[in-house]
T-cell receptor
Framework: DTAVSQTPKYLVTQMGNDKSIKCEQNLGHDTMYWYKQDSKKFLKIMFSYNNKELIINETVPNRFSPKSPDKAHLNLHINSLELGDSAVYFC??????????????FGAGSRLTVL | GQNIDQPTEMTATEGAIVQINCTYQTSGFNGLFWYQQHAGEAPTFLSYNVLDGLEEKGRFSSFLSRSKGYSYLLLKELQMKDSASYLCAALDSNYQLIWGAGTKLIIKP
C-alpha cells in the first residue's frame, strides 16, 4: 500500500524520558512534515523537510529534534519529556511547490501520553 | 495575528445538506484548504480554493470569497459516514498552513 506510516501508534512514558517516533512514506514525495495536534484539536506544524533539508523549524523546544536519513523518512526524537508534550503527533508528506504542495497525506498519528 | 474561525460543532440529518463556514485572517493568502478527520484518525484532504467561486467534487463543494476572508464547505446528501471533524486551513504568504480547530459534524438518522 502506498502510504505514510508512523510508529508507534501509542506511546505511554514517564516524564524525563527520551522517546522517538518514526515515519516513512512510499509515495515518492519530496517534502515531509511533523505536526502536533493538542487536546483542543489544533494542528500545529513543528518541522518540515524538503529533500532532507530542514525548511521550517517553528518555535518548538530544542528537546524536539527531527532526523531525516533520506527523503522517504523523517523521524522525531524527543528528549526529557514533559507533561505538556502529551498530544497526537502526525507525520505528513506532500509533493511539489506552491499551493498544491499543501495537499498533505497524513500518517495515522502517534498518541503520546506523558505521565 | 493569524486566525481561523469555524463553528465548534454542528448537527445535521442524514440525507440533508449542511454548510460549514470558515473565516480567516492571515498575513497574505495563497489558498484555502478543507480536510476531513474522523475521530482517532488522520486528516484527509478534501479540496482547496485559490480563486473566488465554487469548486464542486461530487457531494462536496467548497466556496471562497477572498475579499470577505470567507469560505464554506457544502456537504449534500449527507451519509452517516460523513460524521467527522472538518478542518479549515488557510495558506499564508509564506505558504504555511494556518489551521482552524475544526468543526465536529454529527449526523443523525
Amino acid at each position: 500500500d502506498t502510504a505514510v506510516s508512523q510508529t508507534p501508534k501509542y506511546l505511554v512514558t514517564q516524564m524525563g524520558n527520551d522517546k522517538s517516533i518514526k515515519c516513512e512514506q512510499n509515495l515518492g514525495h519530496d517534502t515531509m512534515y511533523w505536526y502536533k495536534q493538542d487536546s483542543k484539536k489544533f494542528l500545529k506544524i513543528m518541522f518540515s523537510y524538503n529533500n532532507k533539508e530542514l525548511i521550517i523549524n517553528e518555535t518548538v523546544p530544542n528537546r524536539f529534534s527531527p532526523k531525516s536519513p533520506d527523503k522517504a523518512h523523517l523521524n522525531l526524537h524527543i528528549n526529557s519529556l514533559e507533561l505538556g508534550d502529551s498530544a497526537v503527533y502526525f507525520c505528513a508528506s506532500s509533493q511539489g511547490t506552491g499551493t498544491g504542495a499543501n495537499v498533505l497525506t497524513f500518517g495515522a498519528g502517534s498518541r503520546l501520553t506523558v505521565l | 495575528g493569524q486566525n481561523i474561525d469555524q463553528p465548534t460543532e454542528m448537527t445535521a440529518t442524514e440525507g440533508a445538506i449542511v454548510q460549514i463556514n470558515c473565516t480567516y485572517q492571515t498575513s497574505g493568502f495563497n489558498g484555502l484548504f478543507w480536510y476531513q478527520q474522523h475521530a482517532g484518525e488522520a486528516p484527509t484532504f478534501l479540496s482547496y480554493n485559490v480563486l473566488d467561486g465554487l469548486e464542486e467534487k461530487g457531494r462536496f463543494s467548497s466556496f471562497l470569497s477572498r475579499s470577505k476572508g470567507y469560505s464554506y464547505l457544502l456537504l449534500k446528501e449527507l451519509q452517516m459516514k460523513d460524521s467527522a471533524s472538518y478542518l479549515c486551513a488557510a495558506l499564508d504568504s509564506n505558504y504555511q498552513l494556518i489551521w482552524g480547530a475544526g468543526t465536529k459534524l454529527i449526523i443523525k438518522p
